[in-house]
């Protein structure tokens, strides 16, 4: 199987400005509706999420999926229905296992825009029990190099408590890693050649550089290569879907002239 890169553009992303809130939809959600574009493996939502300060999501149910937010800047408070209240900041991966049914707040905390990234997977399994996990991983660990933030519970090494060191444990075949890429550095990816067959990946360039609805890219670039010689160039809010298999390679360049932080999922 040739390995396929194919870029999703920050400017096909939905796009909603209510204000309060500017939020990008890399896959259909509320009313963005995209027939080609509704999830990729287990992945159903990436939404890249500004909150303005002493505004938020109120109150809200969810079942099933399983959530949790990607912290860029400013924090967030977290309110749910199980109890727990927290204060998450940049560093901070937050994961809901909302199972059977649970009931939560984000609001921006502090006087600071809240960034964030919000990301949905279906688990594998129906009506588990609602869980909630917080990790935390600092610019330091990130820094030219793959930091794995979220990886299968039943995998070596993940710890199923709310505040634990390692991945967060999430109920679905995907596997979530974080870089802050320097100018001209590079940092490869390999598909497990223990895990045998096709594999997906999902990249996604965070819009750190500031809030840019328009088609003119911004921000720092970041050169994908596939082993196969498949190829794209990546700005500030951009995806890409990658198909390829196991033992397949991808390598990342920043040929920008500022940092890039960049989330890779892989999935089955």
Request: aromatic share 10%; with cysteine; net charge negative.
């Amino acid at each position: 199987m040739v390995m396929k890169i194919v870029p999703r553009r920050s400017y096909e992303r939905g796009h909603s400005n209510h204000g309060w809130l500017k939020t990008f939809h890399t896959f259909a959600f509320a009313a963005f509706y995209d027939p080609e574009n509704e999830s990729f493996g287990c992945l159903r939502v990436i939404n890249e999420d500004r909150v303005e300060p002493k505004t938020g999501f109120g109150m809200h149910a969810h079942a099933e999926f399983e959530i949790f937010s990607y912290i860029i800047g400013g924090a967030i408070e977290h309110h749910d229905s199980m109890g727990n209240v927290e204060v998450l900041k940049r560093g901070d991966l937050q994961m809901t296992s909302a199972g059977t049914g649970i009931r939560h707040s984000e609001k921006c905390h502090g006087d600071e825009q809240a960034h964030f990234l919000q990301i949905w997977s279906v688990p594998h399994t129906k009506s588990l029990k609602p869980q909630y996990f917080n990790r935390y991983f600092s610019d330091e660990e990130k820094k030219d190099k793959w930091v794995l933030v979220v990886a299968p519970a039943e995998a070596e090494g993940v710890v199923e408590e709310r505040h634990a060191s390692g991945p967060a444990p999430v109920h679905s075949p995907l596997s979530l890693y974080a870089t802050l890429l320097s100018p001209s550095a590079s940092l490869s990816h390999t598909f497990s050649p223990e895990v045998a067959g096709s594999r997906k990946a999902y990249i996604h360039v965070a819009q750190t550089s500031g809030y840019n609805p328009t088609k003119t890219p911004g921000g720092t670039t970041v050169r994908v290569a596939g082993s196969d010689g498949a190829t794209a160039e990546l700005r500030e809010g951009d995806g890409a879907y990658v198909m390829g298999e196991a033992g397949k390679e991808l390598k990342f360049e920043n040929v920008g002239d500022r940092v890039a932080e960049i989330v890779l999922f892989d999935l089955e």
